[in-house]
């Protein structure tokens, strides 16, 4: 098979970029490992930065999203049994969109159907080969037989266990890790949310979080250990804990349910190296992580994928590779702001293992600070819309 460019991973990376390419007219393979069940069964991000809602409107995904979407124009920070909201639309003029990762894949395939898109599932052993030449190829295989697929570049949107950055050489790849001493163990229950936003919590037991889908599933989280038997947390004793977090006005009128999803994440920073080698690009969580608290996950990975395809649009229709050249430097640019932020906002909202009493006062008076100025309000504001691109 020859194609223009093979993208591999069919998550929201994969899918946003071989729907924009297609709709300028550049052929793409999607080479995904998993079944199209497996990969619409995940439940991750929740929120939306602006700039990531017009680009999916770009690519043809608006309708369901304007129409289910929740658009907020703030949030609230909670510590000692008490909160104060953050206007993002006073202080920016912006606002964000609740509408979960799920739900956006979904419809990116529905899409990528519409227009006949080629994402080939259950690819077992991709590997990308050729890459610091001008004809690069993937070889994978499928129902036994070793396939190929030959093409001008490869865009690796495999995630942070994927193959795509592990094929760069290990003298061109420079990595930076932050390992989190803590997860998110997050559940989703079928009730109404607790507020019509967000609630970021700061508590001396750890962090808390109350997001939601819409107006009968919810989405929570409480900080855990990492290495937590998930057993251990039977539905009330999240509940307990959660209630224990959050400002009893808040807990007084949770409403509880049993848990439809249960996970617990790991949390961690982590930046690689260039992002592009070659006829090789990285997007979205195959060349960064960040810790979900600043909810910048999935919106790096958009604002990655918009960059990869205004560059290869320039290649492809003017024979314009200062897109490319600059790819890995304009990315790199967006996704420190963004790390730099999750690891601001998760060192302020968490309990350290070794937090003394004087480390949480510190936290709780940077966070009054936050509540007394609407300058500190307007920088996080800033950064939790979304960085310009
Ligand atoms: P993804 O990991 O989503 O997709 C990569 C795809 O590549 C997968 O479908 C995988 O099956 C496939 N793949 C991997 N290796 C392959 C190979 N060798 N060959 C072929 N295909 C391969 N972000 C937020 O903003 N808020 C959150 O609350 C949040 N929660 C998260 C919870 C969890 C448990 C995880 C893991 C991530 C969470 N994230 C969150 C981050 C998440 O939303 C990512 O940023 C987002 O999925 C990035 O999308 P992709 O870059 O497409 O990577
Ligand atoms: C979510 O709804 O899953 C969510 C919202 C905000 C975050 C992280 C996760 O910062």
Same mark, same amino acid.
């Given at each position: 098979m020859r194609t223009q460019v093979c993208i591999i991973g069919g998550g929201p990376s994969g899918l946003l970029l071989s729907q924009l390419l297609h709709k300028a007219g550049i052929d793409t393979v999607v080479l995904e490992r998993r079944t199209r069940d497996y990969v619409l069964s995940r439940i991750r991000a929740g929120v939306l930065e602006w700039g990531s809602v017009e680009l999916l409107r770009d690519a043809g995904i608006g309708p369901r999203m304007d129409a289910e979407g929740f658009p907020h124009t703030g949030t609230y920070l909670a510590l000692q049994n008490r909160g104060f909201r953050v206007d993002f639309h /006073?202080?920016?003029? /912006? @606002? #964000? %969109? #609740? *509408?979960? @990762?799920?739900? +956006?894949?979904? =419809?990116l395939y529905k899409a990528r159907d519409a227009m006949d898109g080629i994402v080939i599932h259950e690819a077992e052993g991709v590997t990308p080969r050729a890459l610091d030449s001008t004809a690069p190829y993937v070889t994978y295989h /499928?129902?036994?037989?070793?396939?190929?697929?030959?093409? =001008?570049? +490869?865009? !690796?949107?495999? !995630? *942070?266990?994927?193959? &795509?950055?592990? &094929? %760069?050489?290990?003298?061109?790849l420079k990595e930076y890790e932050r390992v989190y001493p803590f997860g998110w163990l997050g559940i989703l229950s079928e009730t109404p949310p607790v507020d019509h936003e967000l609630i970021y919590a700061n508590h001396s037991r750890g962090f808390a979080l109350c997001s939601m889908r819409n107006a009968n599933l919810s989405r929570y989280y409480v900080q855990a250990p990492v290495d937590d038997p998930i057993e251990k947390w039977t539905d009330d004793a999240f509940w307990d804990e959660l209630k224990r977090r959050i400002p009893e006005e808040a807990a007084d009128r949770l409403v509880t349910g049993p848990s439809i999803e249960k996970s617990l994440a790991p949390l961690r920073s982590y930046v690689a190296e260039p992002m592009r080698w070659g006829r090789l690009l990285l997007c979205g969580d195959a060349a960064h992580i960040v810790p979900p608290t600043g909810a910048k996950g999935l919106n790096l990975a958009i604002g990655d994928v918009k960059y990869a395809a205004d560059a290869l649009v320039a290649h492809f229709r003017h024979g314009d590779d200062s897109g490319l050249e600059q790819y890995s430097q304009k990315a790199l640019a967006r996704v420190w702001g963004a790390i730099r932020f999750s690891w601001w906002f998760t060192t302020l909202m968490h309990r350290f293992p070794e937090q003394s009493d004087f480390d949480q006062r510190i936290q709780e008076t940077e966070l009054e600070q936050l509540e007394a100025s609407v300058a500190a309000q307007t920088v996080m504001a800033e950064n939790y819309v979304g960085l310009p691109y």
């Open positions: /006073k202080t920016t003029g /912006k @606002q #964000v %969109m #609740v *509408y979960g @990762q799920t739900e +956006v894949t979904s =419809d /499928k129902d036994g037989t070793e396939r190929r697929v030959d093409c =001008d570049f +490869v865009i !690796g949107c495999d !995630g *942070y266990h994927g193959v &795509s950055r592990r &094929s %760069m050489p290990a003298n061109v």
